[in-house]
């Protein structure tokens, strides 16, 4: 085995801090396993770009991303988890103990639960690059407040477009929804909301292929996907939101991973390697969501547990007799 730098062992390292790595880091930690958190460099994962998240369940009023996480941090630490913010460097699944590297840093565990969560997108334009941080973003959240009382476009056509079209029209003059289809791929409430708001309108069966502007961006040309007709949209700012890609270039040839890069999980949150977990959105291409991303977390650590408590996993397909249900694992609740 590869050595770098020092070397610590626990029971169980989590990679990436989103609501599947601090729930997985509780679950462990609780569990009283020697759990380890590497965050990344995002921790608190895509919640720390959003406001307010209204279908958490619990926030009756609905509660702010960023405090979300910082709740489900705390709740991690205060049962024993390690958690450091270090960006994971590789691995080595090859063979037990699995193990981690951080910089220097090397970490071995028997085993490994991958909560790395996904990234957003782009459109793959050298103009969208070239304009990225100066009126090209991905996170109106984080970027709406440049664009108070100016007119923005946001690209895309499912639920985080109009979540952000929503979010931006609160401050922005005008917002414009770029779509490359006639329908939405949006949920219906969120489709009501967005076309109720006067601020909002569609710019449908469009495709941005140039994003405008010399230091800034003062537009966006467009081309009509059913006629090929080009045309020019001013706007100020641009805001992709066309969907997310898994962080999982680390784990190519180390574990199976589908097409489009998604850890494929082969019995409940068991990947291809003994030992190694995923959960969250860098193995769920359908649900996405924080509430599901937490279950999931709950899940890997539990079949962790299982896994450390010398439960046999091959073979077990059943369902009925999986090791989650073993008396060992139920012990902390
Ligand atoms: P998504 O549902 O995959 O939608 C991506 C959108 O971008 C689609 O409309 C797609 O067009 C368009 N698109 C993709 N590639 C494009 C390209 N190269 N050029 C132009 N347009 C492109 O992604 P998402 O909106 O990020 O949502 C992801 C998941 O999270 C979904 O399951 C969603 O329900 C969930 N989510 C839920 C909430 C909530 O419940 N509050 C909020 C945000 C996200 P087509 O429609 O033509 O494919």
């Known amino acids: 085995m590869t050595t770098r730098g020092t ?3 626990y029971d169980v390292v989590i990679l990436g801090a989103g609501p599947a790595g601090y729930t ?3 679950y462990a930690a609780r569990a009283a396993f020697r759990t380890r958190l590497l965050g990344g460099y995002q921790p608190g994962g895509q919640l720390t770009l959003t406001t307010e998240v209204e279908n958490y369940p619990g926030f009756a009023h609905g509660v702010l991303g960023p405090e979300l996480m910082e709740q489900m941090r705390e709740q991690a630490l205060h049962f024993g988890a390690e958690i450091v913010d270090d960006q994971v460097s590789g691995v080595e699944f090859g063979q037990q103990p699995l193990t981690v590297f951080a910089g220097e840093q090397s970490y071995t565990a028997r085993a490994v639960i991958i909560a790395t969560g996904a990234s957003a997108l782009w459109l793959g334009l050298a103009s969208e690059e070239r304009l990225r941080g100066h009126g090209v973003s991905s996170c109106a959240t984080c970027d709406g407040f440049f664009f108070r009382n100016q007119a923005v476009a946001v690209v895309g056509g499912g639920d985080t477009a109009l979540e952000e079209a929503l979010h931006l029209s609160r401050s922005a003059s ?11 791929r949006a949920s219906a409430i969120l489709q009501a ?9 569609w ?5 941005v292929i140039e994003v405008l502007g010399d230091q800034l961006v003062d537009g966006v040309r467009l081309r009509n996907t059913r006629t ?13 939101a066309i969907g997310h890609r ?14 489009d890069g998604y850890i494929v999980t082969q019995q409940h949150t068991a990947t291809s390697v003994p030992g190694v977990f995923a959960a969250g959105d860098v193995s769920d291409r359908r649900y996405r969501q924080a509430i599901t991303a937490a279950g999931e977390g709950c899940k890997a650590a539990l079949d962790a547990g299982a896994f450390l ?10 369902g009925e007799q999986h090791p989650s249900t073993a008396p060992t694992i139920r012990a902390a609740d």
């Not at 408590?309 to 059943?318: A, C, R």
């Open 7 to 9: 070397s610590t062992s």
């Open 24 to 26: 997985a880091a509780l």
């Open 174 to 184: 005008k917002v414009t929804v770029i779509h490359r289809r006639d329908t939405l």
């Open 193 to 201: 909301r967005a076309r109720a708001n006067p601020k909002i309108s």
């Open 203 to 207: 710019a449908l069966e469009q495709e």
């Open 228 to 240: 090929g007709l080009e045309s020019v949209l001013p706007v100020q700012g641009l805001f992709v």
């Open 246 to 259: 898994p962080n999982t270039e680390l784990f190519a040839g180390q574990l199976t991973l589908d097409l």
């Open 309 to 318: 408590s010398g439960e046999d996993w091959s073979g077990n397909v059943s």
